[in-house]
């Protein structure tokens, strides 16, 4: 729909009585205010109220995403019809009362002149806000409405669906957004900066924005809308840009743009957003798992705030899964139930789950700091026993047997540890150098621990073996020439065997390289040349003619190789320039770049 304006008045999208441009903005705030007092159902909803809908329109008894991409079909969510142009492009995002209510009620029926009334929030397209949840109502729903064989057993990932509302149940970030930091006062007080939130897969990102908007929805200070990099485009972009001028010049409320995994935005996809930062018309969150330094433009990175998040400690990851345990009705064995035990809360012919706080602890250390990897890893390995046959037998007393999950359920289910590591980002320069510096350093535990992490990581064994040809000659060098074999050695091994035959040939090179006699004596000799050549003055001096060839006749008459000494046919030492006129008596080894 096409924000137009007939004969100098605006339409009010709520009551559709035209206003002139000065009064509309008032007629609003009171139009809004009776509409909420009208409808009590609504009055929870922090957005302006639904449209109302032609009699001869059919109402269906559920609200289809599909419904608000067909063109000249009315919009079931609570937005302005004056915002929602060209919807058929904007990804259709459920709201997150839906995690918990399983299924959306139907619409009331319709009559003319009534409002259209929803029982319970419906799905709008990504580009629109969505009716926050509080935390207490989230938490009444996880622990009463949703038991745990319908939520483990349901299609959505537990990570998702245990996702925190607040900045209490937020664990693991405290330099962050802790108490008496910066960021956390900006945003209990709703002055959100434009921020990139930096950090490893797991670590809190995209629920750090949840948490935002949340607390925007619940204050009504500003609108929340979501995109992804990996499937929007930039007319996404651009069409939600225009939303958010129209609701900050109609209704004076601030567009909050989360974007996640920032970094696939190309550098023009990025430009897209300078003018909008720079004047406020949207508050930029973006979320990226790559060094912003490399992946964000200079220009957008200027604008924004970076906050860097750390992966997940041990400690905080036993609160997460605490957490989660206690919201899925869980007991973890040996400790005394907090609260009515399972087996009251749901009906009685469903199995007690247990679960050891070994099991909890390997989860903690398994995942790598990564809370999605670990709470998904604990909802496998409880649905895991769900399923297991022996379910289907009952005890001496007619109740279901218990479900018990031990420490061997969750190694099986995770095989091996979640190692962190890209072999083509930030993570892959890291390690290497690390594994460069503790060779040079002689720390030969070092050298295999970051070794290991590589090979473990999946990294190419290959390019491991480069990295130690290249250290044999920088830091070895002639301390110990045979360093240089061996490194070459090893690589051919490595091409020869492959992985993972050919990780204890790495390793017996790195621990060579390790306990060697140290020189950089060639390195920095050539690091001289390179210097000389690069600052020296004007054109490059010539080689000298007793230095050249003479292979033509032409060449001997111009003097090239006269008075050249053939050092072999001499018996004694021979007195002999080899460097230029300009460079004689220079000596790389001990000669800087300011000597000359």
Request: proline letters at 6%; one cysteine or more; aromatic letters at 6%.
């Amino acid at each position: 729909m096409a924000d137009e304006t007939i004969s100098n008045s605006v339409q009010c999208p709520v009551c559709f009585k035209d206003f002139t441009p000065g009064t509309i903005n008032g007629h609003l705030d009171t139009c809004l205010l009776s509409s909420a007092a009208d409808s009590p159902s609504t009055a929870v909803e922090t957005g302006p109220p639904v449209k109302k809908v032609r009699v001869s329109e059919p109402v269906n008894d559920s609200v289809s995403s599909s419904s608000s991409a067909m063109p000249g079909t009315q919009s079931s969510s609570s937005v302005f019809s004056l915002f929602q142009a060209n919807k058929g492009k904007l990804d259709v995002q459920p709201d997150i009362s839906s995690v918990f209510s399983g299924k959306r009620s139907p619409v009331s029926a319709f009559s003319k002149g009534t409002k259209r009334v929803l029982t319970e929030p419906v799905s709008v397209p990504t580009g629109i806000e969505t009716p926050s949840v509080s935390n207490s109502e989230a938490e009444k729903n996880i622990n009463n409405h949703l038991p745990a064989r319908t939520l483990l057993s349901s299609n959505k990932p537990l990570a998702d669906a245990l996702r925190p509302n607040t900045l209490e149940d937020y664990f693991g970030q405290n330099k962050v957004v802790g108490q008496q930091t910066l960021i956390r006062s900006l945003l209990e007080s709703q002055e959100i900066p434009s921020l990139i939130l930096w950090g490893p897969p797991g670590c809190g990102k995209t629920t750090l924005a949840h948490i935002i908007a949340s607390m925007s929805k619940k204050k009504g200070s500003a609108r929340f809308v979501t995109l992804s990099a990996t499937s929007a485009s930039t007319n996404d972009v651009r069409e939600v840009i225009k939303q958010a001028q129209n609701e900050l010049r109609l209704c004076k409320r601030k567009t909050i743009l989360f974007i996640d995994e920032i970094h696939r935005f190309n550098k023009s996809q990025q430009d897209t957003f300078l003018p909008h930062v720079e004047c406020g018309t949207v508050t930029l969150i973006g979320a990226t798992t790559e060094n912003p330094s490399f992946q964000v433009n200079a220009a957008l990175l200027s604008r924004c705030r970076v906050l860097v998040l750390e992966k997940l400690s041990v400690e905080a990851m036993g609160s997460i899964l605490n957490r989660a345990v206690a919201a899925l009705g869980i007991q973890v064995q040996g400790q005394h139930p907090t609260n009515s035990s399972y087996r009251e809360q749901t009906d009685s012919s469903e199995p007690a789950i247990y679960i050891e706080q070994k099991a909890l602890d390997t989860i903690a250390y398994l995942c790598d700091g990564d809370a999605r990897t670990g709470l998904n890893s604990l909802q496998l390995a409880v649905q895991a026993q769900m399923k297991s046959p022996r379910l289907n037998q009952s005890t001496q007393h007619g109740f279901p047997q218990e479900i018990v999950v031990t420490e061997e359920h969750i190694k099986e289910g995770l095989q091996r540890s979640h190692i962190l590591y890209d072999k083509a980002g930030e993570e892959h320069y890291n390690c290497i150098s690390a594994l460069h510096k503790s060779m040079r350093g002689s720390h030969e535990n070092a050298s295999l621990y970051w070794l290991g992490r590589m090979l473990e990581g999946g990294e190419d064994p290959l390019y491991v073996a480069r990295r130690l040809v290249r250290f044999a000659s920088e830091d070895v060098g002639l301390a110990d020439p045979s360093a240089l074999t061996q490194a070459v050695s090893a690589f051919q091994a490595c091409h020869f065997i492959g992985m993972p035959e050919c990780e204890v040939i790495l390793a017996q090179c790195a621990v060579y390289l390790a306990r060697a006699p140290k020189s950089i004596e060639i390195y920095k000799a050539y690091g001289n040349v390179k210097a000389c050549l690069r600052n020296h003055k004007g054109p490059l001096p010539p080689v000298p003619l007793h230095l050249r060839n003479a292979p033509t006749r032409l060449m001997k008459q111009l003097g090239y190789a006269k008075g050249y000494k053939y050092n072999p046919e001499c018996s004694g030492p021979v007195e002999q320039e080899y460097l230029p006129e300009e460079l004689r008596g220079a000596d790389f080894f001990t000669w800087t770049p300011s000597d000359r």
